[in-house]
């Protein structure tokens, strides 16, 4: 029986029919061929094209399975990060949105039997973020792209400084305030009774000195007050220059001391995002590159864009193009050189004295510059590394 003309109502009834979703049982995965019934589905399994594919996969079935596997967690995780990005979803809904999909890979021709299986492997292998719950699994994209990691970094370097501004002058004005208080109470005025030896005496103030013409006796007491008048004021004179001069020094001192400190801090606070630097040793952690070079020591030989190094494997030779992300710093043995890569003292080189592992930090001494000699304890594992 020939096929239905184009446009008679059972064509047009076949291809709406071959346009929606059909039934699992009747796909063929490696033909790529769905069927619509059971005979349909019969027919195909007998045709040479379809025992033509099952010869070539019985040559080497798990080569098929490796690639329909790549294939399906490739488009898995693609669509759960640009669908869901890192939100924390239900496994099945992406799932069920996965296989709406008319040209799929489908699950039975991989190595997971189940979904639950393939979210413990993305778990396991740290694609995702895998919580079992009782209304089942839940999974949370793990965005590890360069670029979105830079930015997570810039937002939290940027929020962290303004933290630090604003403690800084919240310090600044709270040093200023009980500098001011201590001022006040150095110049604040004494106040003392004025008393008298016997009521019978008499207290008198003679201010028109030069227009007193009593006599020798008035004259002469008359003298002696303003003498000592102006002693006392001179007197008083001398204690404010006195206590100026040393409110002076003081100030001068505790400047020096803050600008002192502030350069300390500078010097603490003074770090960067990148830490990369030609030369140095350094640890490949990453796994994507397989067990060949996972924990293997390399020296950088260039850096690219400040994020990203071209090192070269101690052992083989190998040549690998590497983010930062993928490598950490290498902590040599006491007495061995080093270079600092990250805080005030970046760029120069020095000597490890000791390692307390208590608080992941190191003791060491600058060797090189115009720090030569200086003792620098505290210095973080991360901001140190090995050199050649």
């Not at 002058?169 to 016997?198: C, D, H, N």
Request: hydrophobic share 30%; proline share 3%.
């Amino acid at each position: 029986m020939g096929k239905a003309d184009f446009l008679t109502p059972k064509a047009i009834a076949n291809r709406i029919k071959s346009k929606g979703l059909q039934k699992l049982r009747w796909y063929c995965q490696m033909c790529q061929k769905q069927c619509r019934d059971e005979n349909g589905f019969k027919c195909h399994c007998m045709s040479e094209s379809h025992q033509r594919q099952l010869l070539l996969a019985s040559e080497n079935p798990q080569q098929f399975m490796d690639y329909f596997s790549d294939e399906f967690r490739t488009e898995f995780l693609e669509l759960l990060r640009r669908r869901f990005g890192t939100k924390r979803v239900h496994n099945n809904i992406v799932y069920n949105e996965y296989i709406s999909h008319r040209e799929h890979v489908h699950m039975n021709s991989t190595q997971w039997e189940t979904l639950t299986d393939f979210t413990k492997w993305l778990g396991r292998e740290g694609f995702c973020k895998v919580d079992e719950t009782p209304k089942g699994w839940y999974i949370q994209y793990i965005d590890r792209d360069p670029e979105t990691i830079r930015r997570q970094q810039e937002l939290e370097k940027k929020k962290k400084q303004d933290l630090d501004d604003e403690e800084k002058t919240a310090k600044f004005i709270e040093e200023q305030v009980k500098r001011g208080m201590k001022e006040t109470e150095q110049e604040a005025p004494v106040y003392t009774e004025l008393t008298r030896e016997s009521e019978e005496e008499k207290v008198a103030f003679n201010l028109n000195i030069g227009a007193s013409t009593s006599g020798t006796s008035t004259s002469k007491s008359s003298s002696l007050v303003a003498n000592a008048l102006k002693s006392a004021a001179t007197a008083s004179v001398k204690r404010k220059d006195t206590s100026q001069s040393q409110g002076s020094e003081k100030k001068k001192k505790c400047a020096l001391d803050e600008i002192m400190e502030m350069e300390e801090k500078k010097k603490k606070t003074e770090r960067t995002d990148n830490w990369l630097q030609p030369e140095i040793v350094v640890k490949i952690v990453t796994k994507r590159l397989g067990d060949k070079y996972h924990k293997k020591k390399a020296i950088v030989q260039e850096v690219i864009n400040k994020y990203t190094a071209i090192v070269k494997l101690i052992d083989s030779g190998d040549r690998l193009k590497l983010d930062q992300t993928h490598v950490e710093t290498v902590i040599p043995a006491p007495g061995k050189r080093l270079l600092v890569l990250n805080g005030g003292y970046k760029g120069n080189f020095g000597v490890l004295d000791s390692i307390d592992e208590k608080s992941f930090s190191a003791t060491i001494v600058i060797d090189s510059g115009p720090l030569k000699g200086r003792k620098v304890e505290g210095m973080p594992y991360e901001d140190i590394s090995k050199v050649p």
